[in-house]
């Protein structure tokens, strides 16, 4: 498998979509290449976990396991497992891309 893998994701105004992690991973890049701002939360519900990752901005989450991580999981996102959510802030459409990496 790659070290490292890119999916874009596609999203509107409105609903908070889940980005899930593209392969197993530690580190994952979001490039806001849509045109618009983006707001990126943590926990879909909470408004008090949103930033706000501006047009043609790269946000970037390191977040290694360390020794003591619970679990048998090489990486701390298994692919598939969901790293947060996003929505455009006026766009009604479009999509954003997200690098993972080992």
């Not at 519900?45 to 396991?65: E, L, W, Y």
């Amino acid at each position: 498998m790659a070290a490292l893998s890119t999916q874009r994701f596609s999203g509107d105004n409105v609903t908070q979509t889940p980005i899930t992690a593209p392969i197993n991973c530690d580190h994952f890049y979001i490039i806001n290449d849509s045109g618009d701002d983006v707001y990126f939360r943590t926990n879909s519900g909470d408004a008090n976990t949103q930033i706000t990752v501006p047009n043609t901005i790269q946000f970037t989450v390191t977040a290694p396991k360390g020794d003591n991580y619970p679990g048998d999981k090489l990486q701390r996102f298994a692919s598939g497992d969901t790293i947060g959510y996003f929505k455009f802030k006026t766009q009604a459409s479009g999509s954003i891309a997200v690098t993972g990496i080992r």
